[in-house]
């Protein structure tokens, strides 16, 4: 089965921030990652499939790039919406993972 | 844009079985085009996401290899919905359960549509 790893497990930033967030795969995943958010309290939220796409309605202040086990999430300038833990889930195939989620404080 | 509702009891007591219903509205569960698999993923509070599994109307099913010995996701394609049943409960399956659906035709993809969680608890 593929793992994911994150990192870091936290983040400790400021509204304007530029913050990046690196999720690895055990094994080549090709582009098939997924990003989400979630907030306390709440159902995640998909913020960017095939490491790159934003799904409807994501601000284009988030981005994803990688391809085969290194990846990354940026967001260009960190606004007050959006403290809350982002996880990673690899997305290629079956058993899906998820990675462990960075909290953004 | 389909929408999800996950049902079912809060408690449940240690050893017993969990059963939760997904009722999908906006969407065929059944629907052959496009087609999706629909998915079940639990967190436990204060701790991070676990893919649980999930399933196509055709009946193909995938299981997280931690879980699959007690782990069954079933359709109702009659009532729009699908089930999962997880037995032999222990204080360690308390979670808020969720349930998706897949991004990708007759794949994974990533789940883009999520219900809005039912907290399970697990206690006598």
């Known amino acids: 089965d593929i793992q994911m790893t994150q990192s870091p497990s936290s983040v400790s930033a400021s509204v304007g921030d530029r913050v990046t967030i690196t999720c690895r795969a055990s094994?080549?995943?090709?582009?098939?990652l997924a990003w989400y958010q979630q907030k306390p309290g709440k159902a995640p939220t998909l913020l960017i499939y095939?490491?790159?796409t934003l799904q409807s309605g994501v601000p284009s202040r988030f981005s994803g790039t990688g391809s085969g086990t290194d990846f990354t999430l940026t967001i260009s300038s960190l606004q007050p919406e959006d403290f809350a833990t982002y996880y990673c889930?690899?997305?290629?195939?079956?058993?899906?993972?998820f990675g462990p989620g960075t909290k953004v404080d | 844009q389909p929408q999800l509702q996950e049902s079912g009891p809060g408690l449940v007591k240690p050893s017993e079985t969990l059963s939760l219903t997904c009722t999908v509205s906006?969407?065929?569960?059944?629907?052959?085009?496009?087609?999706?698999?629909w998915g079940w993923i639990r967190q436990p509070p204060g701790k991070g996401l676990e893919w649980i599994g999930s399933?196509?109307?055709?009946?193909?099913?995938y299981y997280n290899p931690s879980l699959k010995s007690r782990v069954t996701i079933s359709t109702d394609t009659s009532s729009n919905q699908f089930s999962l049943n997880l037995n032999s409960l222990i204080d360690a399956d308390t979670a808020v359960y969720y349930c998706?659906?897949?991004?990708?035709?007759?794949?994974?993809?990533?789940?883009?549509?999520w219900g809005p969680g039912t907290l399970v608890t697990v206690s006598s």
């Open positions: 889930q690899q997305a290629k195939s079956f058993p899906s993972t």
């Open positions: 094994q080549g995943i090709g582009k098939w």
């Open positions: 095939d490491t790159s």
């Open positions: 998706a659906r897949h991004m990708l035709v007759d794949g994974n993809g990533g789940l883009g549509y």
């Open positions: 906006g969407a065929s569960i059944s629907s052959n085009s496009p087609s999706y698999y």
């Open positions: 399933i196509h109307h055709w009946g193909t099913t």
